[in-house]
């Protein structure tokens, strides 16, 4: 039984208000989605009623509060299929976990020569971390290209060419943020283990959108952001084989991630405790552990099914009813993600026109940039569809961009 | 409720469509460029300056139409112009990007930029070429962005 998507709107406070004189059509939500009223609610109980610091506390509210941060843990444990809660770190979010990776396992395992392999299809996040850690170590980087042409899926072809022995970590986005390419992740994980390489899965546009099974996929690091997935802004969790987890050095140091500590060196607790110096983001994990409960009450299947229908029905109404239009990624199984270029408009204006009309989309280069000039584009719009959306909305998108594609004719 | 008209006046759609002066100029003896890394937007400014003088001017880049249609605009109103003169103008256009007041009828086109105020996202997209342009006649070889910090 599909839920009832129509209904769902009214979890979303925010959705319900007028921009500009028409009703919010919020199309931005690959870059933040909105939050239901549980997650909102979770958020303020926490200040309300028990706020307080964690884990060294003997007092009711600072047990109350560990225990909420720690099943928060194990809740994201269940969401990713994480054999144990001790896989789980809570960080700021993707970029953060990204960042915890190239430094404390990046550092201590990576030499000269050796390569780090990535796709063109990655976020800066993706990219910048993995740059700098290069320069630090002396690694090369490595790029898995992107076909020509605008489907945007990543070419295999030459795979086992890119994917070689001085491979030591093989990095990639699950879904990409500009063009709405899923990538075939599990397979992706089985080549490179193959060659003895680890795997970090950038799953900030997927988590929330589908279901995410780490160990079925096997990984050995994934990366996720709260707030795309109806949760708060500043926490993410990363996943991490226990064993690397363990054997990697802390990334920051403080109170918190210790055993002991001496006036001239400190043993380290056990991960997750180890990466996580000072006192965590307490309300968030919480709320975001009932952002999680939230997304699997309405199911993680059937909202994968929603946004690859809207995203299908926006891809083909877009491509057939504006003339010229260039519509980036894979015209079916893709994420709900879509990316488009209107000729003789550039997407600032596109946005800005489109923002009359209610609706928030994005344009510029997404994070994204060395994949836009790889496809001769400075910038594109997207509209990013998440299962509160209908296609009712599509209508109104669609009837906007032809009013803009007007305007800029005229 | 700010109508679209404020931004996207004919002038702006016009110049958009029609940028003056985009090519690159090879008489040129100073060039200046920018670039909004937010946005991405890029210009590159062409001076040939005449000892205090800027005898001609041209530019190149992409970008959103109102940075288009306002480095046209700033090569039509900078042309001839000497350097003091120059930064005057770009003063005077600066304060009617930010704040919408038209000072006098001295700005002619330009007033078309007066609405650009009202969208506060878009103000960079307007004042970057003219930064540009002054880097360029002052001989100053840094490229200007629009923010201090990287992306």
Wanted: glycine content about 8%; overall charge negative.
């Amino acid at each position: 039984m599909s839920p009832a998507w129509q209904n769902i709107r009214a979890d979303f406070p925010i959705l319900n208000q007028k921009i500009n004189g028409h009703p919010l059509l919020y199309l931005d939500n690959a870059a933040t989605s909105q939050k239901p009223q549980c997650v909102i609610d979770a958020l303020s109980t926490y200040y309300r009623e028990y706020n307080s610091n964690v884990h060294r506390g003997i007092h009711a509210l600072s047990m109350r509060a560990t225990f909420a941060y720690e099943a928060a843990r194990e809740r994201s444990a269940k969401f990713l299929n994480a054999a144990t809660p001790a896989e789980i770190v809570f960080t700021a979010g993707t970029t953060d976990g990204i960042n915890l990776v190239a430094n404390a396992w990046g550092d201590e395992n990576l030499k000269a020569g050796d390569v780090i392999l990535l796709t063109e299809m990655e976020h800066h996040s993706n990219l910048v971390p993995w740059q700098l850690l290069a320069r630090r170590t002396g690694a090369k980087l490595r790029f898995i290209p992107v076909v020509a042409g605008d489907t945007g899926l990543l070419d295999l072809a030459n795979l086992t060419e890119l994917l070689t022995t001085e491979v030591k970590l093989f990095a990639f986005t699950h879904v990409s943020n500009t063009l709405g390419v899923i990538n075939p992740a599990a397979e992706l994980c089985a080549a490179a283990r193959k060659v003895g390489a680890l795997t970090l899965v950038d799953a900030a546009q997927s988590a929330g959108h589908m279901p995410l099974d780490v160990q079925a996929m096997g990984c050995d690091f994934l990366v996720i952001s709260g707030h795309k997935m109806c949760g708060p802004t500043g926490i993410g969790v990363l996943y991490g084989r226990e064993a690397l987890l363990q054997a990697m050095p802390p990334y920051r140091g403080g109170g918190s991630m210790i055993s002991s500590v001496d006036f001239f060196e400190s043993k380290w607790a056990p991960a997750p405790q180890k990466f996580e110096a000072g006192t965590p983001n307490i309300a968030d994990a919480i709320a975001l552990a009932r952002a999680m409960d939230y997304l699997d009450e309405l199911g993680r299947e059937e909202i994968a099914r929603h946004d690859e229908h809207l995203a299908a029905v926006a891809y083909a109404r877009i491509k057939s009813e504006i003339p010229g239009i260039r519509v980036l990624g894979p015209a079916h199984h893709r994420s709900g993600v879509v990316s488009f270029a209107l000729p003789g408009a550039h997407a600032h204006d596109v946005v800005t026109l489109a923002d009359r009309d209610g609706i928030a989309l994005r344009g510029g280069h997404h994070c994204n940039q060395p994949l836009m000039r790889k496809l001769g584009l400075m910038s594109t719009s997207r509209a990013s569809f998440y299962f509160y959306n209908t296609e009712d909305e599509i209508e109104r998108l669609v009837q906007s961009l032809k009013k803009i594609q007007q305007f800029f004719a005229a | 409720m700010h109508d679209l008209t404020d931004l996207y006046q004919t002038v702006i759609l016009d110049h958009n469509r029609r940028p003056r002066n985009y090519q690159v100029l090879p008489t040129a003896n100073r060039v200046g460029s920018g670039n909004n890394p937010l946005c991405g937007d890029e210009v590159t400014v062409y001076v040939q300056l005449d000892g205090n003088r800027i005898a001609d001017i041209s530019f190149q880049g992409s970008g959103c139409a109102i940075s288009q249609a306002s480095a046209s605009l700033m090569t039509l109103n900078l042309k001839g112009k000497t350097i003091p003169e120059a930064e005057a103008i770009t003063g005077d256009v600066m304060k009617l990007i930010t704040t919408g007041n038209v000072k006098d009828d001295e700005l002619s086109d330009l007033a078309a930029l007066a609405g650009v105020h009202q969208f506060p996202a878009r103000i960079k997209c307007a004042t970057l070429s003219w930064h540009a342009a002054l880097n360029a006649a002052k001989g100053d070889a840094k490229p200007i962005t629009t923010e201090k910090g990287s992306d």
